[in-house]
């Protein structure tokens, strides 16, 4: 991903802009009200996410200057996903949303490398792109289990530890390491060719107002 088409993807057309600040002000509910359900840790991600959002705008002091919608959108699958998801289980094992949230990381993560990229004096490359996105993925998978596991043995929570035997408990976090790393490759891989058609034939930012 080379510098231009990264600049290119900051937008600025009211349209895109107006469905992208619609998209972060229901990351801002969602985290209100999922912080204040008992959740204070899924309420802080989402938080980050739509501040994360508002960084072009600020960056360059005008308020269309957004991340493509779709993007956005997509980080914010976690709130939809663990409202639909939760509970379900496949071959045992129960999901909590674990995928698509999995897919919403690999969204933040390219964000911030393209935010990284236009307002920063980091430069990234189209394959260092897909990797930061993949390896970041992956790692906050383990990350997570981390935090989950140190919330059950010091808080007396039960997201991790739940009652389920151990061989249970192992096989879902190695089954979420797994899915992580298929969704984050199949994820950079995906947001680069995205990026890439799409600064094709977007709006250009003005290149003063980028580095304003």
Known sequence: MSRSTLRDVVEQRRINAGLAWL??????????????????VWGVFVLSVAALAIVPPIATRHPTAMLPWEV??????????????????????TLSGRVVTFFAVAAVALVVAVELDVFTTVRMTEPFA????????????GVWALLRYLTDTLLGTRLLLDGRPEHTVERALMWDFVAATAVGVLAGLLFAAYFRRRARGARRLPEEMVES
């Open 72 to 93: 956005l959108a997509l980080a914010a699958l976690p709130a939809i996903g663990r409202t639909l998801v939760v509970g379900e289980t496949v071959a045992g094992v």
């Open 130 to 141: 897909v990797v930061f996105v993949s390896l970041t993925t992956t790692a906050t998978a």
């Open 23 to 40: 998209v972060v002000g229901f990351l801002v509910v969602a985290a209100v009200g999922t912080a204040l359900g008992g959740d204070p």
